[in-house]
């Protein structure tokens, strides 16, 4: 299935210049490389958003839900860097919310990319009070596109521009395809009941089971859910939720391909 990334060019508007280095500011850098690897990206089969393709200003928190209402699968929220001291940092990084799991390998594969270009790779930095990262609902990170306080940097940034784009899609696709691999199987069920008290879940478990269903329960952030049948296959479980709304439960298809945090009931 194609993966839809959301990509968001860092700061906006009149407001929220960003960085400024002799009047260069870094809306202007990172939106520029945002439409450039979302493009890039898009060509290579992705499914593509924007948090913004002109020169407005949207909260952390607007362009969060953005990504999440957007049903993206990815967030990269591109930036450029500066120093306390203007000109005593370079090279790149990529902060994540927490340094595990997908974003740590999609911010590797990020910046090991962009380490070919030249820049030096100052790593992954976590920084759990960004909003775009902490808000997000799917894997996220923020790139550093080396520092605009550095004129080394900017001659790299308008020199290399081309390639860096490239660097950033390239990791990008690289560390998706590879979580593609990991990924489980997609599993379709029928959900008919969602309860906070256990005992009323399994008064309409017992009722399911007594009548020939695969029912059973799954405990899902304080509620327990009451699900029948497991399959691959969504026509199938389209017409077990056919037969179990006809049955006069109020049912619905959920998907689910990880179990991490629920826990199914006997």
């Excluded at 958003?49 to 591109?78: L, Q, W």
Aim: without cysteine; glycine residues 10%; aromatic residues 10%.
């Amino acid at each position: 299935m194609k993966k839809r990334v959301a990509i968001d060019a860092g700061h906006g508007g009149t407001t929220d210049p960003g960085a400024v280095y002799f009047g260069r500011q870094e809306k202007d850098d990172a939106l520029k490389l945002a439409l450039a690897v979302g493009e890039l990206l898009e060509n290579r089969g992705f499914d593509v958003m924007y948090t913004r393709v002109d020169d407005i200003y949207h909260t952390p928190y607007e362009k969060a839900d953005m990504g999440n209402h957007g049903g993206a699968d990815y967030f990269i929220s591109i930036h450029r860097n500066a120093a306390l001291n203007p000109g005593t940092a370079s090279g790149i990084m990529t902060l994540v919310y927490e340094d595990t799991g997908v974003n740590g390998r999609l911010a590797r594969a990020v910046n090991a990319e962009l380490e070919k270009t030249g820049y030096q790779d100052l790593g992954v930095v976590e920084r759990p009070g960004l909003v775009v990262l902490r808000r997000t609902a799917m894997p996220a990170i923020l790139i550093e596109a080396g520092f605009i306080d550095n004129p080394q940097d900017n001659q790299l940034f308008d020199d290399q521009f081309e390639k860096i784009a490239e660097a950033i899609a390239d990791g990008v696709e690289k560390a998706v395809r590879e979580e593609e691999k990991r990924e489980l199987p997609v599993y379709y069920m029928v959900q008919t009941g969602s309860y906070r008290l256990r005992s009323l879940a399994e008064q309409q478990l017992s009722e399911l089971q007594s009548q020939g269903y695969p029912a059973f329960l799954v405990y899902d952030r304080g509620y327990y859910d009451v699900r029948a049948g497991a399959f691959l296959n969504l026509d199938y479980a389209a017409a077990l939720e056919a037969e179990l709304r006809s049955r006069g439960y109020n049912t619905f298809i959920v998907k689910d391909h990880s179990t991490e945090d629920k826990k199914k009931t006997e």
